[in-house]
Structures are given as structure tokens and as C-alpha cells.
């Protein structure tokens, strides 16, 4: 199995036309995940390679289609309006790629989308891959392959190194998630957890967090409670100087507070398995009884 | 971005809330005038985007006019943890009765924005909340409503018992809302929020962190952004759009991605060495954008080795590399370079540095340990 995208997704992307849009639908369509719109408003009627239907509104597009989840690429600044656009269409689930949504927006989509039921995944973020299975965002579909192993990040090349160092000692995934690199963001390391502890075929679990407040202490608690699996993580930004944004809008060290130091002795505490570089991460699963 | 103390005091006034005459100088002259103008004592402030302004000596209290030049003619220049001072606000000395504390931030945990005030003003709110939280009331704001007026009289008296005084600060917290919201801002607060022999409720220091997204939307907050006051090679990066944090190491980072940047520097620190800078060229990178990362990375003089750090996915390697070889085209490098690159259309990368006469590794371990050598251990 998988969490949250399978072969049952049925994808519209929001931002189809667009550069990042067109170059991504056709990676994902290659990947064989099951695109069945696109939405650009201007070119309803018109077909995407001449094969995916466009539409000028997500509404039309899941009336049309049934999509049942959605993919956004469009400008950062009509990223808030294109979620409350998906959940009022009626997807379940939301896949932000957009960079740069202002904080604000934020606060006010996600009680929006609380209210929908909708789960949003970035923004800001790679998005997700099942193995074999379908592919929303951007994570490359050659590094990865099928197996028993849950990826969940906040960072998005990381999370490919990290896939990669698996893939080559023969540990495939079940889903790769990166959650986004921003402050505010709709699916946290909790609700991955959650899904990677449900899901009978996710055998073993990857946590790569990064500098800046407490979701990592937050998922490292919740670890000790719920989760059973065998569990490593890894924090970027050992060495970064506190109250600098390094990149991502999240990952800033306010104060004395969320410092790798500090979630790594989360991790420890909680018994998930510390990579002190991303190298460890096989021999680390290893240590703790996951095999390929 | 963060705003100057003067910048921010603008902004709040602009929203209604009483803040103490004042203006900013930039030579000794203009802070002279300023202080006759306003008459009595002033205050001489230094406006550096530094905290403990104070204890650097970037504050200081003049009785009259030509002290205040005097003052202003000793900060003006003078380097507050690295930062030249070009500005200096001058503000009449208040005569304080209280001082309490009043912000308003982008909570992370919560997911909105959160009010926190305190009647132990006047001092690092940090600091507060770790010793005597009970001084601290918080209240979190839907964004959807803003701040209600009966959520801003309950933490007014929290603050006050008089009623003028607490009517006063709701009225303040309220507009303090606003100028968050309208500034884009992650961080909004008065500190301290005094009250005046005579009764009045004054906001004495301000201080606004802007949400760097809100800035394409903000052209008028984005104007207010100063230059002077950073770091030129970050400037630089940041107009070529690229990610940059000057650090004082030896290995120069090149790398695409924030998160693998950052487990870059940490790997480079657990071979022995240490990053000379942050650098992300970000996702679709052009080959520019790699040129104008060399340039920055070796302008450092600090820097004797560079590493480049790639995993191809959005980003091509073969961009990367023919980045490579245009900026080493243009100006020769001076310290060994060495260079990972992984990922999508690495063999096509391989051969354009192999014929420019580059080698490039695959591995991230390999790589960095290689740079941390050449660029002779520090730690």
C-alpha cells in the first residue's frame, strides 16, 4: 500500500499550460500516475498534448472527470486563491507546489480547508510518490523504487539524496512525502507518521527535518506513543548561524529555539534512530532491524 | 526582512498609535537640528538591524542639542556586531511611568497569528517568558476576524487597571493588528509600551519583521528594504536570485536545495572543516545563475576550496556544469575546486567538465571529505 496517493488518484492539475506545469504533467504522466485534467482559466475546450482535457475552472474539471485530487503550479501569488479553489470543487487532497505563498494566506487556508476536509500537502514542497504506483509534484520517478520503506521530509533535494543512498542498497519506499519548507503547512510529520504506522506495507520509517520550530519535537513525541516501526531522522542545519532564514521561510532558529541540537535530542529520547549525516541512513535501518 | 526601528515607528504611526515626536539623521548636523527642534533631553539611537544596540553604546541620552551631536557623530559609523551605522533616530527622553510589553507573531505551532503582552515591558520578552511566564498573556487571532474588540480589551487588562489606560492600549493592540497585516509582517511589537506620568499610553520602541513572501505584493514595504545595511555579497545573491548566508569558513558551498545546502555545511563540519557560506542556486537553475555563485563564493578571500554539491532533478547537470566552465572561462580560479554532481543528465555534465578539464565525483561523502582536505582542516 501506500499513504495518500495510489493508483485509485485521479490528478487535475492546476497550472497545466504553465512552465513548471507542462514539463511536470509530463513527467508525472510518464511516471504512469493518472492525470485526468488540467485547468487554466482561457483554455477550456482545449487538450494538453492532445490528450488531457483543460478546463477553465477546477469545478469543471471533477465534474468532468471525477479528479479526486489536485496538483498546483501556478504563481505564488495565486497559490491561496487555487487551494480554496481545489477544496471548494471538492478534491480531498491538495498538493501545493508553489514557492513563496505568503504566511498569511496561509493562516486563513487552513481553517478553510479544516472546515472542507481537504488535505493539503506544501506548499513549497517536492510533493509525493508512491512507487509504482503515481507520482503529484516534482520528486524524480528514476531515484526511487518500490518497497517497504516511508519517506517523510521537510526539504526537497535532501529528501532525493536520502531516496537515492535507499534506492541503491535495495530499499525501496512506499510513499515519499516532502511536506515543505515553509512556517505554515497543511500535512505535518504527525499526520505522515500516522499514515506510515497504518499502512501494512510501510515496514520501516525516514524523518528528515531541518532547523526552525518544533515539529520534529512534536513527531519525535509522538513516535515514542504510536509508533512501532523501526524509525531514523536526520536535521539539516547542524551548522547554521541562529536568526538567518537558511532558504526555506521555516527553517530559521528564533532564540534558543529550533536548533538541530535540540531536535536531535528529541529524536534520541524518543528512540528514532539519529543520522548524523545522510549516509547513515541504510546502516542506521539496518541497526534497527529493517530489511530491504 | 526586518525593519528599522524608525521604519517601524513610521508604520505604526501611519496605523494611528501614538509614538513620541522624532526624525531620523544620517550626519551629526541633521541629528543637531532634530534635537532643537524637539527641545530637552533626547535620546540618540543607532539604527542597525542588530539586537543589544544599547549595551554596544549605539544608545545614548543627551541633555541638549550639541551633546546630541556629539553622540551622534560617535554612532554614526561605528560597527554594531558588524553592521556600519548610517542612520541614527532621535527621540525626545520620556519621562515613563510603566513599561509593559505588546506583539503580535506568525505562530508556527498554532497556525496563526498570536498576541502576547506583557506588563514586564522594557526588556528582552524571551527572557520574560522563559523565567515568569505567568507574566505573559497570550491570545491566538483567526486571521478571518482579526482582532475582536472584546479579545483586545482582555489583554489590555491584562496589562492596566486604570480604564482611560486599558480603552487606550486596546485601541492600540487593535491597530497594531492592522499594521501586522498591512506590513505582511511575521512580527509586530511594541516594546516597551509605556504609560506617562500624565497618564498617556505611548509606543516607545518598535520593532517589524516582514514575511519575505509578502514583498512582491508590498511594493511599499519592499521599498523600505536597506541595502546599506547587508552583507553586498548577500545582496548581490539575492538580486541573481539565489540563496546566500556568509559564514566564516574555509569551504565555499555551492549547492542546489536549502535542505541539501544545509546537510552540505553540517557535512563539511563532521569532516573537520567549516562552510565559508549558505548557497542555494535553487530549482530550474541557468547557467547564470551558476556563474554569478562562483562569483560570489570567490570573492571571500576566507575561502580556499570549493565544493559543489548537486543532485539533478529539476536541476540539470549539465546546466550546472556548462556554469562551471563559463565563469571559470572568465575569470581563472584560484583555489582547487572540487565537484559532485548527481541525478538527471549527469553523463552529459561529466563529459563538458572532463573536456574543460574538470572532474566530477558522485558521491556526497566522497566529495566533501575531498574539499574539507584541500581547503586544510580548521577544526
Known sequence: MSIFIDRDTKLVVQGITGRDGSFHTRQMIEYGTNVVAGVTPGKGGQKFESRVPIFNTVADAVAATGANASVIYVPARFAADAVYEAADAGVRLVVCISEGVPVLDMTRVMPYLREHGVRLIGPNCPGAISPGKAKVGIIPGSICREGGVGVVSRSGTLTYEVVHQLTRAGFGQTTCVGIGGDPIIGTNFIDCLEGFQADPETTAIVMIGEIGGTDEQQAAEYTKAHVTKPIVGFIAGQTA??????????????????????????????????????ADVVPLLRERGATP | MNLHEYQARGLLKAAGIPVPDGDVATTPAEAEAIATRLGGTVVVKAQVHAGGRG?????????????????????????????????????????????????????????????????AGGVDIEEVAAKTPEKIMKLGVDPRYGLLSHQAMQLAFFLYTDLGQVRAAAKILQQLYRAFVDAGASLAEINPLVTTPDGAVVALDAKIGVDDNELERKPAIAALRDASSENPAEVKAREAGLSFIKLDGAVGCCVNGAGLAMATMDLVKYYGGEPANFLDIGGSSNPDKVVTALEIITSDPNVKAILFNIFGGITRCDDVANGIVTATGRTKLKVPMVIRLTGTNEELAVQILQKAGFSALTDMDEAVERAVELAGRTA
Request: proline share 6%.
Open chain 1, 241 to 278: 548561524p541562529p536568526g538567518r532564514r537558511m532558504g526555506h521561510a521555516g527553517a530559521i532558529i528564533s532564540g534558543a529555539s529550533g536548533t538541530a541540537e535540540e531536535k536531535m535530542a528529541a529524536f534520541e529520547r524518543c528512540g528514532i534512530g539519529v543520522m548524523k549525516r545522510p
Open chain 2, 55 to 119: 549595551k554596544a553604546g549605539g544608545v545614548k541620552l543627551a541633555k541638549n542639542a550639541k551633546e546630541a551631536r556629539e553622540h551622534a557623530s560617535k554612532i554614526l559609523g561605528m560597527t554594531i556586531k558588524g553592521l556600519t551605522v548610517e542612520k541614527v533616530l532621535v527621540v525626545p527622553a520620556a519621562d515613563i511611568a510603566t513599561e509593559s510589553y505588546a506583539g503580535v507573531i506568525l505562530d508556527r505551532a498554532s497556525q496563526r497569528p498570536v498576541f502576547m503582552v506583557s506588563p
